[in-house]
């Protein structure tokens, strides 16, 4: 049974994403999710002129959901998938340190800077790494 992310994708064999088009596809989501988030995101200025505060932490499945699922839900181009232990495991190995600073710098040719949440904090895309984990398992 072909998952909705195959479908209509690849050859005529309809062979799922791999590689680049994978990437590609992976970029073309989260470039759509920012767009979506800047719509809804902040809302108009405040009456006084003052403009919007800026958002309330957000949790870790909240990032997730919006910016970190188009690639590692599918696991596109060597993503660890949501709560994949063997994928998650030798990143665990490396401590949490570790996977917070390639969340920040990216990994090329794969994952952007801050996995595309540009104005996520530091403990917000902490968060989002905990929340991808294996139940159970902490760096």
């Known amino acids: 049974m072909q998952s909705s992310f195959e479908k209509g994708v690849g050859d005529s064999n309809r062979t799922p994403l791999c590689g680049w088009a994978a990437l590609l596809r992976c970029c073309l989501l989260g470039a759509a999710g920012l767009a979506l988030a800047a719509c809804t995101e902040g809302g108009p200025p405040a009456a006084d002129g003052g403009g919007a505060q800026p958002p309330a932490s957000r949790s870790g499945q909240f990032v997730y959901e ?6 590692h839900t599918p696991g596109v181009a ?3 998938k949501l709560g994949d232990a063997a994928a998650w495991a030798p990143r665990i190995a490396k401590g949490r340190e570790v996977m917070l600073q390639v969340t920040l710098a990216g990994v090329t040719p794969g ?3 801050k996995g595309m949440c540009f104005d996520c904090t530091e403990a917000e ?3 989002a790494i905990d929340y991808m984990l294996p139940s159970g398992q902490t760096p």
């Open 111 to 113: 994952m952007p800077a």
């Open 66 to 71: 919006r910016y970190c699922f188009s690639c």
């Open 125 to 127: 895309l902490a968060a």
């Open 78 to 80: 060597g993503a660890p």
